[in-house]
């Protein structure tokens, strides 16, 4: 499964904030407080989107973008099982 995320370093906190529409590419909003110097952000990312989803952090890896604020995570696993575990946290932060 491949979630294209917008990423801000160097927040007050770790979150996904949102959702965000990119010239109609659905991206999720992320926060972490680590700064984007050797790869620290991207980790941060990782263990964040495994947080969020539940799932193991080995599972988790930024496959495009390591330097730019827009990228591509690869959550590894039944892409039944994680399209349906995406599905309730997105409505989790569309519905609070």
Request: proline share 4%; with cysteine; hydrophobic share 40%.
């Amino acid at each position: 499964m491949i979630l294209a995320v917008r990423l801000n370093p160097k927040s007050s906190r770790d979150e996904i904030a949102g959702i965000e529409d990119r010239g109609g590419e659905c991206l999720l909003r992320a926060r972490v407080r680590a700064i984007p110097e050797a790869g620290r952000g991207n980790t941060a990312l990782e263990t964040l989107i495994a947080r969020w989803l539940g799932v193991a952090p080995s599972t988790v890896s930024v496959t495009h973008g390591g330097k730019s604020r827009l990228k591509q995570v690869v959550v590894a696993g039944d892409a039944e099982t994680l399209s349906g575990l995406i599905a309730e946290r997105v409505a989790e932060l569309t519905h609070p």
